[in-house]
């Protein structure tokens, strides 16, 4: 399996733009998770799925924020607009209830950085 | 909800110097994992650690689950360079929600 898929690795983009950044999970697996990772708060849990459904939202910073999950092979998380606070390293990461451990996939990761 | 908090937050070590990183949640857990992340990397699995009072070990890192499911450890005897990177716990509460703690970030002067 070629893992847990992000693109674009960077992104760089002015203040006001929208960034769309993409998932495509491990194959099979049922939970796909958003995290948002900076030197000053760690790795921050933002969202996640089950079954394609949005369960927990809590840690999405505010409504420029939003997530999708269209199918089980998709994900997006969507900035509108952008500010320079927003860069980070997003990661996404995928697992498999029942699966050995519920290990918890990630991906490479977006560097994001809004100028 | 529940926390998860890692200790130290950075550790500076001498190559060939034992290092320990402390996990703490603030309720008890049915089980918990740990995570390496290389600079510039991604986290990834390393073990995860079920029963009370349970002890793993892989090569040189020992791993110990206290007997109230409640703290975890993470030791690395002889430290070398290729164990640098961040560390991180996550424990799973009875709810089946893996919390990451905040990370020990090692770096190791050869």
């Known amino acids: 399996d070629a893992g847990v898929i992000q693109s674009p690795r960077h992104e760089v983009t002015e203040m006001g733009q929208e960034v769309t950044l993409r998932c495509k999970p491990i194959?099979?697996?049922?939970?796909l998770f958003w995290y948002r990772q900076t030197m000053m708060r760690g790795l921050e849990l933002l969202i996640y799925?089950?079954?394609?459904?949005?369960?927990?939202d809590s840690g999405m910073p505010e409504d420029r924020f939003s997530a999708k999950m269209p199918n089980a092979s998709f994900s997006t998380l969507k900035i509108q607009p952008s500010e320079p606070r927003d860069s980070a390293v997003y990661f996404c990461?995928?697992?498999?209830?029942?699966?050995?451990?519920?290990?918890?996939?990630f991906g490479a990761g977006t560097r994001l950085s809004v100028l | 909800g529940q926390q998860v908090m890692q200790i130290p937050q950075y550790q500076h070590v001498q190559e060939g110097e034992d290092f320990t990183t402390y996990c703490n949640s603030s309720?008890?857990?049915?089980?918990i994992q740990w995570y390496k992340q290389r600079p510039g990397g991604h986290p990834v699995f390393l073990i995860q650690?079920?029963?009370?009072?349970e002890v793993k070990k892989q090569k040189r890192l020992t791993f110990q689950f206290g007997e109230a499911k409640k703290n975890s450890s993470l030791h690395i005897t002889a430290t070398q360079t290729t164990d640098v990177g961040t560390y991180f716990c996550?424990?799973?509460?009875?709810?089946?929600?893996?919390?990451f703690g905040g990370g020990t970030r090692l770096m190791v002067k050869p």
């Open positions: 309720t008890t857990l049915s089980n």
């Open positions: 996550a424990g799973r509460d009875a709810g089946n929600m893996l919390t």
């Open positions: 650690l079920v029963k009370s009072g």
């Open positions: 799925f089950n079954n394609n459904v949005p369960i927990d």
């Open positions: 194959s099979g697996h049922d939970y």
């Open positions: 990461a995928s697992s498999l209830t029942g699966g050995s451990k519920n290990i918890q996939y």
